[in-house]
């Protein structure tokens, strides 16, 4: 199992300097890979692209874009640029997103999102192994009448999806390479998501699926006082149902019941219980949100349980 984190530098002076920094700490503490959310900031492939270049020793990855607002011809040029430029170390994540972020950002329907997910990894898969397309679905349609191979891309992307639903987990285990569930907990994984997305891709034909799952946490000495303010970053993934779903399936009530939040002790023993629930990989999140000292100290730690 191997051992990665999420990179934040949103409060820096300059976002992408400070991930490359932030990348080079991580690689030094001995983790292996580098996460980048998407919203409507810093665009992920790009800021993946730009780590990976500058960081050689991190496999590098996008947590995740949403398939609403965006086509997959474009992503599949930003993930082959990605991959060209990082020699084969880039991983995608795509994301059914949100209603708010979807029809209060871009102004579109938040509807069928799994249809549209199908679709989606349908035409993505085409153009990121074949360099081409000829797709017409209900949702969406993608063709290539120019080639949108990407030489130095040839290795392919490995497609994942922040998948936790049933129906997400059956699509993603038929058409995708792995999942990138957040905010489920152990329990949750072993009962729930892992045996549905194995099963489906089990009886699409398809190889064992990578777990990657993403967890929020941090070692401190000050737990009480970093579990309150995970409470309130937390807060936002209540409303959303997938999320509020894998909390409740993980036996917590708040999001912040399944961050991981402790000293070495206790952050080791959640790890080897989420390895032991089926996860492939574990990348921790907001590991940044008790400051720069409990932050490397996190980093130590994950970097000594990186397989």
């Known amino acids: ?4 984190v999420a990179l934040n530098a949103t409060d820096s002076d300059n976002q992408i300097d400070a991930t490359v920094r932030l990348a080079g700490e991580a690689a030094a503490a001995g983790l292996r890979s580098a996460w980048f959310g998407q919203t409507f900031g810093a665009d992920s492939p790009q800021l993946a692209a730009v780590v990976g270049r500058e960081v050689p020793a991190l496999q590098v990855g996008t947590s995740a874009i949403p398939v609403f607002g965006r086509h997959p011809l474009t992503v599949a040029s930003q993930a082959l640029t990605a991959q060209a430029a990082t020699h084969g170390r880039y991983h995608l994540g795509l994301a059914l997103g949100t209603r ?3 029809e209060g950002g871009y102004g579109i329907p938040f509807e069928r999102p799994v249809a549209r997910l ?3 990894l349908t035409a993505l898969r085409q153009l990121t ?3 081409a397309s000829d797709f017409d679905g209900e949702l969406l349609t993608a063709h290539t009448p120019v080639p949108a191979r990407v030489p130095g891309a040839d290795v392919g992307v ?5 998948a936790m639903g049933p129906r997400a987990l059956r699509v993603s285990g038929e058409l ?5 569930p957040y905010l489920a907990g152990p329990r949750a994984l072993a009962e729930h998501i892992v045996p549905a997305v194995t099963g489906a891709a089990q009886a ?8 990657v799952a993403l967890v929020h946490g941090v070692v401190t000495d000050d737990a009480d006082a970093v579990r309150e303010r995970a409470t309130d970053a937390l807060a936002f993934y209540e409303q959303i149902p997938s999320y509020a779903r894998a909390v409740e399936l993980s036996g917590g009530t708040r999001a912040a019941d399944v961050a991981v939040i402790g000293d070495e002790r206790t952050v080791a023993a959640e790890v080897r219980r989420y390895r032991d629930a089926g996860a492939t990989e574990v990348v921790f999140a907001g590991t940044e949100i008790a400051g720069d000292a409990d932050r490397r ?3 130590d730690l994950l970097g000594t349980l990186a397989g």
């Open 176 to 180: 995708a390479d792995g999942i990138l």
């Open 100 to 102: 708010l972020l979807t």
């Open 158 to 162: 490995p497609l994942l999806v922040a």
């Open 297 to 299: 100290r996190t980093w």
């Open 204 to 211: 699409a034909g398809r190889p064992a699926p990578r777990i």
């Open 118 to 120: 199908r679709e989606f």
């Open 129 to 131: 192994e074949t360099g």
């Open 1 to 4: 199992m191997t051992v990665g």
